[in-house]
């Protein structure tokens, strides 16, 4: 099989406000037509009673024109709520690259989102140095803001692990 990456879902509460918020804080970029479907089509596909789903596609910011897209839904009727956790099973996060992590967070807050967790800066050897935060958007789900510096790279000795205290670390430049 051969596959390319299209698109990543994110299920809304209101999806003119977030999409609005991708937009604004990272430059995503409307893909039209905007979406409004329902049917028995869509019924089949979800298994959902009555469904109507309403949305935009976002182009991702410094992926080009046939880059993939971010997704963003509403659903009526909605689903469950679920507790925001950075380790429940599903959805993580999404993660953009960005020249100043403490700047991005700051735009980030400053247009609705939430702070997460702290900023942190981690050496991983043969790689580089990753400083990264965990925010969220107005909704709460969780984005990742990183950049990285490379370092000299070392040879990797001992065991593989995934601590990155540990000098042996073969952690990939993908946090």
């Given at each position: 099989?051969?596959?390319?990456?299209?698109h990543?879902?994110l299920?809304a509460?209101?999806?003119?406000?977030?999409?609005?918020f991708?937009?604004?804080?990272?430059?995503?970029?409307?893909?039209?037509?905007e979406?409004?479907?329902?049917?028995?089509?869509?019924?089949?596909?979800?298994?959902?009673p009555?469904?109507r789903?309403?949305?935009?596609?976002?182009?991702?910011p410094?992926?080009?024109?046939?880059?993939?897209?971010?997704?963003?839904?509403?659903?009526?009727?909605?689903?469950?709520?679920?507790?925001v956790?950075?380790?429940?099973?599903?959805?993580?996060h999404?993660?953009?690259?960005?020249?100043d992590?403490?700047?991005?967070?700051?735009?980030?807050?400053?247009a609705g989102g939430?702070?997460?967790g702290?900023?942190v800066?981690v050496?991983?050897?043969?790689?580089g140095?990753?400083t990264?935060?965990?925010?969220?958007d107005?909704?709460?789900?969780?984005?990742?803001?990183?950049?990285?510096?490379?370092t000299?790279?070392k040879?990797?000795?001992?065991?593989?692990?995934?601590?990155?205290?540990?000098?042996?670390?073969?952690?990939q430049?993908?946090?």
């Amino acid at each position: 099989m051969q596959a390319k990456f299209v698109h990543t879902n994110l299920i809304a509460r209101d999806w003119r406000t977030l999409a609005a918020f991708y937009q604004r804080v990272f430059g995503c970029i409307p893909v039209l037509p905007e979406r409004d479907l329902s049917g028995p089509w869509l019924e089949a596909a979800t298994r959902i009673p009555s469904v109507r789903i309403r949305g935009v596609h976002l182009r991702l910011p410094g992926c080009g024109d046939s880059g993939p897209t971010l997704e963003i839904f509403q659903y009526s009727p909605t689903g469950p709520e679920s507790e925001v956790a950075i380790h429940r099973p599903g959805f993580g996060h999404v993660a953009f690259q960005v020249e100043d992590v403490a700047a991005a967070r700051q735009e980030v807050l400053a247009a609705g989102g939430k702070d997460f967790g702290q900023l942190v800066s981690v050496p991983l050897p043969g790689v580089g140095t990753v400083t990264f935060v965990y925010v969220t958007d107005p909704e709460g789900n969780v984005i990742e803001l990183q950049s990285w510096s490379v370092t000299a790279a070392k040879p990797l000795q001992g065991p593989a692990t995934a601590n990155p205290a540990d000098s042996t670390s073969p952690i990939q430049k993908n946090v």
